[in-house]
């Protein structure tokens, strides 16, 4: 089982849609969360962190859900600049070296 | 705004060549991680670094790679000899705090022909 798995999609959105999706991670002894922006050819930027609380950031949710490891990232009124890959991304921990885990990614294109 | 700086931006090489590309981190950051990025698959860890001593090599291809960090500031990875499959963007970041956010440089593309 892959460390840190999401659906490749690619989702086609239309504008204004909300949509979401998911990651799951293997390792339980994960212990920070990211979701990862990134454009075509362009290097990944952090979007936002995400919490056992969950937390917001604009039209951006971010959800953990550590018993069931997996993590959500849901978009709201998607605009067209919000068509990109999104990259979770897992910090490994519990010893050894602490790691940045990344997965494939998820590809959105927000359609006019 | 600072920046981790990548170079070159990119590089064509023959395969069977020597390769070398360099990354600077953000001043004061300690951890350092340089990724490769296959076209449509997410960054893969090559190598971490804690200052200038390695942290996880274990998946850095040691018959053909190498990377280090001398002084615990900027960073050389080293690929020789290049073969086809190295073909892709090698990304370097940089972290202030034990790797929690880690913010990239913009890459080198690297096309082996």
């Known amino acids: 089982r892959k460390e840190v798995e999401q659906d490749p999609g690619p989702f086609n959105v239309p504008e204004g849609a909300t949509v979401a999706f998911n990651c799951t991670y293997s390792n339980s002894a994960s212990q920070s969360f990211f979701w990862y922006r990134q454009d075509c050819r362009k290097e990944p930027k952090l979007l936002m962190s995400v919490y056992s609380s969950g937390n917001e950031d604009g039209r951006f949710t971010a959800q953990l859900n550590r018993a069931s490891q997996y993590i959500s990232l849901l978009i709201r009124d998607s605009k067209l600049s919000d068509s990109a890959t999104y990259l979770c991304v897992v910090l490994r921990g519990g010893g050894g070296a602490d790691g940045l885990t990344f997965g494939k990614g998820t590809h959105l294109i927000i359609q006019p | 705004e600072a920046e981790v700086a990548q170079s070159p931006r990119y590089k064509i090489t023959e395969k069977s060549q020597a390769v070398a590309f360099w990354c600077d981190p953000i001043?004061?950051?300690?951890?350092l991680y340089w990724y490769r990025q296959i076209l449509g698959q997410g960054p893969e860890l090559l190598v971490q670094?804690?200052?200038?001593?390695?942290?996880?090599d274990s998946q850095l291809p040691k018959d053909r790679f190498s990377a280090e960090r001398l002084k615990g500031v900027d960073s050389t990875l080293k690929i020789q000899p290049a073969e086809l499959g190295d073909s892709a963007m090698y990304l370097c970041a940089s972290s202030p705090d034990g790797g929690r956010i880690a913010f990239f440089g913009q890459g080198t593309r690297l096309t082996v022909v």
């Open positions: 001043s004061g950051h300690a951890t």
């Open positions: 670094f804690q200052d200038e001593s390695v942290v996880d």
